[in-house]
């Protein structure tokens, strides 16, 4: 464990020394701000006009439904496919191109603590992202009553989302001594899990169907609705381990077959 | 300290190292001569766990490098060709999280971290980001990092390469000063380092190991002979066995030849001279004699003789390039 913290702790060191932490913050809260902005005007809009109709006997609008749900469920799950490769790119890409991979490789570290390592100071990255939003939410809480229970499982979702991309980020980085293409490939291969869901809009067929259960959205509707489904949380698990696994694979490889 | 046992690596087609044998003993200083792609440092990273190797067994301190690698990484320090180094990072910053990796206990980082700052002689940089050191700064602190842990093996890949003069005599004795605490295995394709730095040498070439001694019973060994260098015109095939027949040579070599002519090392027994017998051999077979000269060996020499590539197939080469 000491050993997995040590190299966490540097991961993250790393992308505070760099640009990158700071970057996808600045993206990541920007776009978050935009819209949390136009979703909030749009609520308060849609509640003066039922106001003006007079109600009519609905209940009143939902802060959830309206703003938490179109940020965390919605825009911010495309604008990670973006981001996460920027984290995910250098992690093993960097260490192969200066060489430090030897440093590690050569230390008395197993590849799992290495591994775990390098997923954990990522995922801290990304915990400070999610946390960013709470800002949004926490004026939701001082200017409305949204209801705090579908938040935490949107957060849990969001969560879970973000380390599903990470671990397959990550993997991906071990191929290449490039980080561009470590990134770009990563890019790809996230926009056509997120995008794999469409065929369920054409297809009834069993491997249409197992293409759709494959895809990285479908999963976040629950979470997205407030519910909290064993099934959804154990698939995302599914892709992190999934992708440690693949890492682990991937750096036994680097190391040359005996 | 450590024993490499009929090493082999192979990478896909190519055989990198090919039976690899040699042991170190605890403090002593050992250079790995040879040229470049040598499997000098393929052998190293095998020896430091980088690689599995294909065949053979390497221990550590008494640790199968396959079997227990991290008790042998624990005692290994390993510097590459290019100090493992983050350029992000401050020097301090560094060798701490080098230590911790390790297995450095939090408790004596502090005075490990302290007291091989001052040894490698990076005290003035220990804050400076390490992206904006010298390539000599860099240097040390590679080395630094090797020893942080205070390893009972060291590993050195050309410790030397790409520094100024002053920087190269500063690391050799810093080097020099490591042995006796530390067992040390360094490579180097330049010879005078190995004289200056090591006790002894293993010479290796394309893979297989081509003497081992000390630096003077290397020098000593392969003066042990005369060499003698002959320019004929005639056939190479013919002269060479007749040169091999001349009472008191030992072997012949060829080492160029073009223009028809043919250029031989013979080699004989010490003091005994061959030359007016060669000249001899070669007017009464008919051959034209162009030059005949005793070659005294330098240092620079053996080592381009222990590791250049036979020169035999390259002079085929060469003159089959000619003929087309």
């Known amino acids: 464990m000491r050993n997995v913290m040590a190299v966490a702790g540097k991961e993250l060191r790393a992308y505070f020394h760099s640009p990158i932490a700071y970057l996808v913050m600045t993206v990541y809260t920007a776009i978050g701000g935009f819209v949390f902005y136009s979703s909030t005007a749009f609520f308060a809009l849609q509640s003066f006009r039922m106001e003006a109709q007079g109600g009519m006997g609905m209940p009143p609008l939902s802060l959830n439904e309206y703003v938490i749900r179109p940020i965390l469920g919605g825009v911010l799950t495309v604008v990670l496919l973006f981001l996460i490769p920027l984290i995910t790119m250098r992690l093993y890409a960097e260490e192969k191109r200066s060489g430090t991979i030897e440093l590690l490789l050569t230390s008395p570290l197993t590849d799992m603590e290495i591994i775990l390592g390098k997923f954990l100071g990522s995922m801290i990255l990304f915990a400070i992202l999610e946390a960013l939003t709470f800002v949004y939410f926490a004026i939701l809480f001082i200017y409305g009553n949204p209801n705090a229970k579908p938040l935490i499982a949107n957060a849990l979702g969001f969560l879970l989302y973000g380390g599903a991309l990470m671990a397959m980020g990550m993997w991906i980085s071990t191929f290449t001594k490039n980080q561009i293409i470590a990134g770009a490939v990563g890019l790809a291969a996230f926009l056509l899990l997120y995008l794999l869901d469409w065929v369920s809009a054409y297809s009834q067929t069993t491997a249409g169907q197992v293409m759709s259960y494959i895809a990285l959205t479908t999963h976040f509707d629950n979470f997205s609705k407030g519910v909290i489904q064993l099934s959804d949380v154990v698939y995302y698990l599914s892709v992190v381990m999934l992708g440690i696994f693949l890492t682990a694979r991937s750096v036994e490889a680097l190391k040359g077959r005996p | ?324």
């Not at chain 2, 013919?238 to 027949?245: A, D, S, T, V």
């Open chain 2, 1 to 324: 300290m450590i024993e490499v046992e009929n090493l082999s690596k192979r990478y896909g087609p190519t055989l990198a190292v090919s039976g690899v044998s040699f042991n170190v003993q605890k403090g002593e200083v050992l250079g790995f001569l040879g040229p470049n792609g040598a499997g000098k440092t393929t052998t190293m990273r095998v020896i430091t766990g980088f690689l599995p190797p294909t065949e053979g067994k390497v221990r550590v301190a008494g640790y199968d490098v396959v079997g227990e690698p991290l008790e042998a990484k624990r005692r290994t320090g390993y510097l590459p060709e290019t100090p493992p180094v983050y350029p992000d990072m401050t020097v301090s910053e560094y060798l701490a999280f080098v230590g911790r990796i390790k297995g450095v206990s939090r408790r004596d980082l502090k005075t490990r971290l302290d007291g091989i700052i001052e040894r490698c002689a990076v005290t003035d940089v220990r804050n400076r980001q390490i992206g904006k050191l010298s390539k000599g700064y860099r240097q040390r602190v590679g080395l630094a990092q090797a020893l942080i842990h205070n390893p009972d093996v060291l590993v050195l890949d050309e410790p030397t390469a790409g520094l100024d003069p002053k920087q190269i005599i500063e690391t050799r004795e810093l080097i020099k000063g490591l042995g006796g605490q530390h067992t040390v295995i360094l490579s180097t394709h330049i010879l005078p380092e190995v004289s200056k730095t090591c006790q002894r040498v293993v010479v290796i070439n394309a893979g297989l190991i081509v003497a081992v001694g000390t630096p003077d019973e290397l020098t000593r060994r392969l003066q042990g002979f005369e060499t003698v260098l002959v320019t004929v015109e005639g056939p190479a095939a013919e002269i060479m066995e007749k040169f091999q027949r001349v009472g008191g040579v030992n072997w012949v070599e060829p080492r160029d030849a073009h223009d028809g002519r043919v250029t031989l090392e013979v080699h004989s027994e010490k003091e005994k001279d061959v030359r007016a017998e060669l000249a001899r051999a070669t007017v009464e077979s008919g051959w034209k004699l162009y030059e005949l000269k005793t070659s005294g060996l330098s240092l620079e020499e053996i080592f381009l003789k222990l590791t250049t590539k036979d020169l035999s197939e390259e002079a085929t080469a060469k003159a089959e390039k000619a003929a087309n």
